[in-house]
């Protein structure tokens, strides 16, 4: 299951066999200011919910970009603090149409846990529903989590280069005007890695922020092959076209986890510009 939706969500959180196992994940985040999602939380959220920290929690590890992955340790260990083992469903959201919420969905699908969704929706489905939210911080029950060995399903900047070489798909999940090196605000160098196709992740939902139907997932991402590469600015938002792929059934899809940030840091890797 790579999405839920908030009715499939409201009955596992009353059904007593299922809701001991359910842990939900608030992810809300936003790049213009990264306490915002934290503030949203305090003020309201569904209940239950552990806020995750995505620019400090579900980042900062010795990688290059600006959201390098934290080391499997790292996130193994915050996985344990929020109580979540590998016999735990998590159920992560946001406000953004799974935009931010899908890096956690990702992580925890490359480290080989596979009960994990994102709210279709998110935040605002939930409201949009009538279901109930408060300001109530739960407190998790620390568990162990298993020791894992590495990431999988990622790829760095050499893997890149010699997937391009061998004409692998390479696909750029910004907006459009950025892939194309215009109006670029956040990274300081415009354009997009040579060869690589352009499909925006904001355009896999709806105006609702609902996904959209699975065959026009599937008509999006017609001829990118089985195992594309996948990169955004820094590894986050590319995660959401993971989790489109994923529906679809493009299962081999690898995240360039540095992104475009990292490819950028060294001057001698080519840039391209325009269509």
Known sequence: MSLISVQELVARLADPE????????????????HHQGRHEYDAAHIPGALFVD?????AGGPGGGRHPLPTVDDFTGLLGRLGISPASFVVA?????GHTASRLWWMLRSIGHGQVAVLD?????????GQPVTDEVPVPRPVDYPRVEAWTGIVDAEA???????????VDSRAPDRYRGENETIDPVAGHIP??????HKDNVRADGTMRPT???AARFAGIGDSPIVYCGSGVTACHNLLAMSIVGISRARL???SWSDWIEDAARPVATGE
């Open 121 to 129: 929706g998110g935040y605002q489905a939930w409201v949009k529903a």
């Open 93 to 97: 959201y946001d406000s953004m149409g």
């Open 256 to 258: 360039y986890a540095g």
């Open 195 to 200: 060869g690589a196709v352009n499909i925006f």
């Open 160 to 170: 890149v280069a010699e997937g391009l070489a061998l004409g692998a798909t390479i």
């Open 215 to 217: 065959a026009e997932l």
């Open 54 to 58: 995505v620019h400090n929690e579900l």
């Open 18 to 33: 299922s809701a001991p196992s359910t842990v939900v994940c608030d992810c809300r985040f936003y790049l213009a200011d």
